[in-house]
């Protein structure tokens, strides 16, 4: 499997403002993506993360609202920007390894 | 439009009884198919995959059945326990251009009675 480590953990935020989540892996990793998942729902793939270039985001999110960081093989950032209480849900890190893919623990985001 | 379609949305089993998830697919092209289990604040957990050439995959107390030409999945819980309450999400991935990227059901929450 994979050992991934994702902070904060949750957070409670205000209306307007922005949060970056740090993914980190315990070892090299091609493939990185974000998803998420709102309140008693499924996930929903955001945007893969690719290292060395620019993310590819899924139908119905933007670069502007989540950009993405991935500086090496082992870490990304999503920030989430001008935020609103639509955004609340958890924000999960996944990673492709040995053809299957495992997620982080997920960051809860609530905001106000 | 939804590629992965997922029943019941909850379902309720006795303390030893047989748990049973299905899942239906649309896209010929999805060549790998994982189910996740999530208990309340964790990520999901990689619980157990199958690929179209078998019909049949069993580890421990959790089977999936496979039927290719209907496009369905199932996953059975045999001697079901209440540490299996939780939600399960089955997924689909293609294969190609489309790798790692996978396709979720709307899952099902399972509780388990003692």
């Known amino acids: 499997s994979a050992v991934i480590s994702q902070k904060p953990s949750r957070d409670i935020c205000q209306r307007g403002t922005s949060l970056t989540i740090q993914c980190q892996v315990d070892?090299?990793?091609?493939?990185m993506f974000w998803y998420r998942q709102q309140p008693g729902q499924s996930l929903t793939l955001i945007a893969t993360a690719n290292q060395g270039s620019e993310a590819t985001y899924e139908s119905g999110f933007v670069i502007d609202k989540f950009p993405i960081s991935r500086p090496n093989l082992t870490f990304s950032t999503l920030t989430v920007s001008n935020m609103s209480p639509e955004d609340s849900s958890i924000y999960l890190c996944s990673v492709g390894r040995y053809n299957e893919q495992f997620f982080g623990p997920g960051t809860r985001l609530t905001v106000l | 439009q939804q590629q992965v379609k997922q029943s019941p949305q909850s379902l309720i089993v006795q303390k030893g009884g047989i748990s049973i998830i299905n899942c239906a697919y649309e896209?010929?092209?999805?060549?790998?198919f994982p189910w996740y289990q999530q208990f309340p604040g964790k990520g999901p957990a990689l619980l157990i995959a199958?690929?179209?050439?078998?019909s049949e995959k069993k580890e421990g107390r959790f089977t999936i059945s496979f039927n290719k030409s209907a496009k369905q999945f199932s996953l059975h819980i045999m001697d079901s326990q209440p540490g299996d309450s939780a939600t399960y999400f089955c997924a689909a991935r293609g294969s190609g251009g489309s790798n790692y990227k996978l396709t979720f059901g709307k899952g099902t929450l399972l509780t388990v009675n003692p």
């Open positions: 896209n010929t092209a999805f060549d790998y």
């Open positions: 199958i690929r179209p050439d078998v």
């Open positions: 070892s090299q990793v091609t493939m």
